[in-house]
């Protein structure tokens, strides 16, 4: 096979993220896995600026790798990646319009906040004509996001808008637990107003679509979590138990899902995660905190409902490490497999 011809590989790209922060680390560390593997299928294609990754790969990393920068608008198909990418280096959709040498480390750089937007939309846009499997997301700042005029400040919700997905789910993906957020990113007082017995029906709908699709899980034995302390304590602690979950829960059953709750979440992850396919948490932290203590370095932000495949490391801009040569690309590396894997899952099941 000629070292350019990527065709029959999982091409994946990667959105540079926050330049101030450990995204281009991140990126650049993942694209050299990936390099150095030499027999792996997955072609990491990072969007974003070649200035700026070369900077950051030669001062910072202190990588030899050449960048090599691609013009979107060269690029109509898979074909023309395939003509372009080079297997030794550092692959790059140039999608800046800023010029990236005032750019400082651990802090917020507003003034890129529309080339850090421009650099998703555009990955978006390569995977929706196919020319790309899926894309793995570095992590942005939101008040970085929002200063800067971006149209939205986080990627879920940016994400739903540019793809017209009206149902979608932030899905935590690791070997130790999956475990999916029936509210996003919302103040907690608002959180009881939000789940509703509709919302609640379309999350476990979807997770167990996505289960069945993208990860190949059939029948998923799904545990759904309790909002108040307790799960309520039949009523004393509140009763969106009785009035909501329970009710949800209950339909389920009779539509023979294998489905149990809702479980108190102290208690619940103690031990009791360890016998269930996916958990369905109420709110982000609920989630969050069992998921990051488990799998920090591992785990895998997956968007699900989306028409591509999505998936992001779970920790953020890191500032305080940004620039040091310090950052961990594991997660990053995992979530580019495991879009890899969706991607692949997806092909699999259309073709059923």
């Known amino acids: 096979m000629d070292k ?20 281009p680390e991140i990126s650049i560390l993942s694209c050299k896995y990936f390099i150095e593997k030499k027999n792996g299928n997955i072609k990491p294609l990072i969007f974003g600026s070649p200035e700026y990754i070369d900077f950051v790969n030669t001062s910072v990393i202190k990588s030899k790798l050449k960048v090599n920068s691609i013009s979107p608008e060269i690029i109509h198909n898979e074909k023309d990646i395939a003509r372009l990418y080079k297997n030794d280096c550092i692959n790059v959709i140039d999608c800046s319009v800023e010029t990236y040498k005032a750019v400082r480390f651990g802090v917020e750089n507003s003034d890129y906040a529309k080339d850090t937007e421009k650099f998703i939309l555009k990955a978006v846009e390569f995977a929706k004509s196919g020319k ?29 808008y540019i793809t017209s997905a009206e149902n979608y789910a932030m899905l935590f993906y690791s070997k130790k637990l999956i475990t999916v957020l029936s ?4 103040p907690l007082k608002s959180v009881s107003g ?10 476990i709908n979807i997770s167990c679509s996505s289960l069945k699709i993208d990860f190949g899980i059939n029948n998923p034995h799904i545990a759904v979590l ?7 304590e039949n009523g004393k602690i509140g009763n969106e138990e009785i ?17 149990e709750g809702p479980f108190p979440s102290d208690s619940f992850y103690a031990k009791r995660y360890k016998n269930f396919d996916i958990v369905v948490s109420m709110y982000h932290d609920q989630a969050l905190i069992p998921f990051k203590l488990l799998s920090f ?5 997956v968007t699900i409902g989306l028409p591509i495949v ?22 990053m590396v995992y979530s580019i497999m495991l879009a890899s894997k969706i991607a692949n899952n997806r092909m699999k099941w259309k073709e059923k």
């Open 226 to 232: 309790g909002l108040n302390p307790h799960a309520g």
């Open 194 to 203: 939000k789940i509703t017995k509709n919302s609640l029906e379309k999350i």
């Open 297 to 301: 370095n591992y785990g895998v932000n």
């Open 183 to 186: 509210t996003i990113h919302i």
């Open 243 to 259: 009035d909501i979950i329970n009710p949800v829960i209950a339909k389920f059953k009779r539509d023979n899902f294998n489905i």
């Open 4 to 23: 350019n011809n990527i065709i029959g590989m999982t091409i994946i790209g990667i959105t540079m993220g926050d330049p101030g922060g450990v995204g």
């Open 310 to 331: 999505r998936t992001s490391p779970v920790h953020g801009t890191a500032y305080e490490i940004a620039g040091k040569n310090i950052a961990d690309e594991k997660s």
């Open 132 to 160: 790309i499997k899926g894309i793995t997301t570095a992590p942005i700042n939101k008040d970085m996001m929002i200063k800067g005029g971006a149209m939205f400040p986080a990627h879920t919700e940016l994400l739903a």
